[in-house]
């Protein structure tokens, strides 16, 4: 069995038990009204970054559109679980809550980590998914824990958890928009590692011959994502979380997981697992 999937089951256990107690270039999608107009007529516009394979990406043949993976097929069983449909706008990572509080998107679905400084702008979801940041690196490489990064040349995904774990090491690094292009300067021999999410880093390992995935669980604790929605939105908010502790409970959420998991998702150009 594949770290990711060992690592996803016991995540997605965590994360029910939660629940049970409670828990890259711009592409908008077109719309002619605003988030509030499109979801008062029966449809939801989640805000999403579709370059986070196996959580979003673009394909052919998308369960939204064009738009597919394990964040995108939730938000299309909360969408039709309360009689709506969903929509998805397209848009950089560091855009995606400002947009949330601009009105352009009623919630964000993206693998956002759940924390402290972004629940001070915006209300989560309980929690459906646990992950954990690990690092790739190339198969002749000499890291072995998160302390072995000192010195070496290590990037991120701007504005992922990832940025903000090495950032709290203590350690230089360069910030890309894509995970895509992250790498690339790994496998050309740029850098030295990337530092990205557990089940993000399994695709792009299995997709680049040459890499290996390196956990530290003292560097880096788990992470739970959530659903944001605005400041407020207790309406919204309430038939989110409903949604997803059904979900939790009845097993499509570890459904969704292992079908993405195991899939050899294919992705069109300019998709996160290109080598631009």
């Not at 997605?12 to 009204?33: F, Q, R």
């Not at 009689?83 to 679905?109: H, R, W, Y």
């Not at 680049?208 to 939105?233: P, Q, R």
Request: a negative charge.
């Amino acid at each position: 069995m594949k770290l990711v999937k060992k690592m996803a089951a016991l995540g997605l256990a965590a994360v029910m038990a939660l629940s049970m107690v409670a828990c890259g270039s711009s592409k908008p999608a077109e719309t002619t009204e605003s988030a509030a107009e499109e979801n008062a007529g029966g449809t939801i516009i989640f805000g999403t970054n579709a370059e986070f394979p196996p959580f979003e990406y673009v394909t052919g043949t998308g369960v939204i559109g064009e738009f597919d993976g394990i964040d995108m097929a939730i938000a299309k069983q909360i969408a039709e679980s309360n009689g709506k449909t969903a929509a998805i706008n397209n848009m950089e990572f560091d855009s995606l809550l400002l947009a949330l509080q601009n009105g352009q998107v009623d919630a964000v679905i993206a693998g956002m980590t759940i924390t402290d400084e972004r629940k001070e702008a915006v209300d989560f979801s309980v929690p459906y998914y646990a992950a954990t940041q690990v690092m790739i690196v190339r198969e002749d490489s000499d890291i072995q824990k998160a302390s072995d990064m000192q010195g070496k040349k290590i990037v991120v995904v701007q504005g992922y958890t990832g940025e903000t774990c090495v950032q709290d090491l203590g350690y230089e690094y360069e910030a890309f928009k894509k995970g895509s292009e992250t790498i690339l300067e790994l496998t050309n021999k740029k850098c030295d590692v990337v530092v990205i999410d557990s089940a993000t880093a399994e695709k792009y390992v299995a997709d680049n011959e040459g890499l290996k995935i390196v956990e530290d669980t003292d560097a880096f604790e788990a992470e739970e994502y959530g659903i944001a929605v605005k400041k407020g939105n207790t309406e919204l908010l309430n038939e989110i979380n409903e949604s997803i502790n059904k979900m939790l409970s009845d097993g499509t959420i570890s459904s969704i997981s292992a079908q993405y998991l195991d899939a050899d998702i294919e992705e069109e150009e300019g998709s996160a697992s290109d080598a631009e």
